[in-house]
């Protein structure tokens, strides 16, 4: 399991890496879920770890299913809210916040199964989230349905 965020700024600039095990395109940075982690706290972590900022999240735009890898990805929309951007040691060579487009999505995102993702989460239509435990049933966080980015 894997998640990635949609990250935008103020002014409307999306936060996209390049990572060292994929310098060919540009992406939305994400990774892989630790055992017993909720996937909100592991986009959290993992967009810190790759960008060194804080994110607000907002909802889930699209899930994905990598079947070659056996990988399914969570995405989430989300805003930039502190911290200053940085690239991390070994994992990512760029980091920026960046306008995007339709139109350039293509030049900067050239794998086709991340401008997808991207794309999709463009669109701003979000999907219900729920992580819970059972026994007792307790809620630990939700996602409502929204069909429009605020």
């Known amino acids: 399991m894997a998640v990635s965020g949609y990250i935008t700024n103020k002014d409307g600039e999306v936060l996209l890496v390049r990572n060292f095990h994929r310098s ?3 992406e939305m ?3 892989q879920v ?7 706290n592991a986009i959290h972590r993992e967009i810190m770890e790759e960008t060194g900022v804080e994110v607000h999240l907002i909802g889930i735009t699209g899930i ?3 079947i070659t890898n056996g ?3 969570v995405v989430f ?6 911290g200053d ?3 991390a040691e070994n994992e990512t060579s760029e980091v920026v916040f960046t306008k995007l487009n339709k139109e350039n999505a293509n030049q900067l995102i050239t794998r086709q199964h991340f401008r997808n993702r991207t794309l999709d989460a463009m669109e701003a239509n979000y999907l219900p989230y729920e992580a819970f435990k059972v026994r007792p049933y307790e809620l630990i966080s939700r996602f ?4 429009e980015y605020s």
Do not use: A, F, H
């Not at 929309?77 to 502190?82: A, D, H, M, T």
């Open 85 to 87: 951007v940085r690239t």
């Open 29 to 31: 940075p994400g990774g």
């Open 77 to 82: 929309r989300g805003e930039y809210q502190s």
């Open 24 to 26: 060919d395109t540009m």
């Open 34 to 40: 630790e055992e017993g982690e909720t996937l909100e």
């Open 71 to 73: 990988i399914i990805c």
């Open 64 to 66: 994905y299913q990598n």
């Open 144 to 147: 409502e349905v929204k069909k």
